[in-house]
């Protein structure tokens, strides 16, 4: 499977953007990019994805790199309920439910 | 709200024993997946049934089973309890053909 690799850690204050990089560089022709989120006490939940056009919806914002070898998570104004662990997946069409989770991301997010 | 529910939430079980964790899901889903999540790890893929058949496996040994009813309901079954297996235990379902797993909120099992 192709990997992904996420700092693992960062920082935001309130209401301001969050951009949450992923490098995919190993990533195939096929593989959708798919984020998910981890609140604290709760199962992950799914956040957003794409293929190769930016992609936005009510949650966030997802922009992919021309080569498809990295891509970006944005959440446009981030509250304190954004604070979680985000993982970004490479996901092969058809295959929703067999994710390989990283370390991902942990958002901290200050007043 | 998700619509999976797993019970029961905390589970706490001696060495050697044999537990099973239960995963309701969505009407429709027809396919469901187990995850386990060690303390500050992401999930790891366990094994993933569609229409009652295992269909795709992690590496975890044949001592993790599951079974998958007709009534959206599934199970896990882990024998021979290994301290290692402490973790949170996480399921999802979908349905063939969705962009989107829709995870429960997990089992947390202590193995002493």
């Known amino acids: 499977d192709a990997k992904t690799t996420q700092p693992n850690s960062m920082e935001s204050n309130e209401e301001e953007p969050v951009h949450l990089p992923c490098n995919h560089s190993t990533i195939s022709g096929t593989d959708y990019i798919h984020w998910y989120r981890q609140l604290p006490s709760q199962g992950p939940e799914y956040v957003i994805h794409?293929?190769?056009s930016n992609v936005n919806n009510r949650m966030a914002s997802l922009a992919i790199a021309e080569d498809r070898k990295s891509s970006t998570l944005i959440l446009h104004r981030a509250t304190l309920r954004d604070a979680a662990v985000y993982y970004c997946?490479?996901?092969?069409?058809?295959?929703?439910?067999?994710?390989?989770f990283g370390t991902g991301t942990r958002l901290q997010v200050t007043l | 709200e998700t619509g999976v529910t797993q019970s029961p939430t905390h589970l706490i079980k001696t060495r050697g024993q044999q537990v099973t964790l239960r995963c309701s899901s969505q009407?429709?889903?027809?396919?469901v997946s187990w995850y386990q999540q060690a303390l500050g790890q992401g999930p790891q893929f366990i094994f993933q049934?569609?229409?009652?058949?295992?269909?795709g496996r992690g590496n975890f040994p044949p001592r993790f089973s599951g079974l998958q009813f007709p009534n959206y309901s599934s199970e896990l079954n882990v024998n021979a309890l290994e301290l290692d297996d402490s973790a949170l235990y996480l399921c999802a379902s979908t349905w063939a053909g969705s962009t989107e797993a829709f995870f429960g909120q997990g089992t947390r099992l202590t193995v002493v």
């Open positions: 997946i490479l996901l092969y069409p058809g295959t929703a439910s067999k994710l390989t």
């Open positions: 009407s429709g889903h027809n396919t």
């Open positions: 049934y569609y229409r009652e058949e295992e269909n």
């Open positions: 794409g293929l190769t």
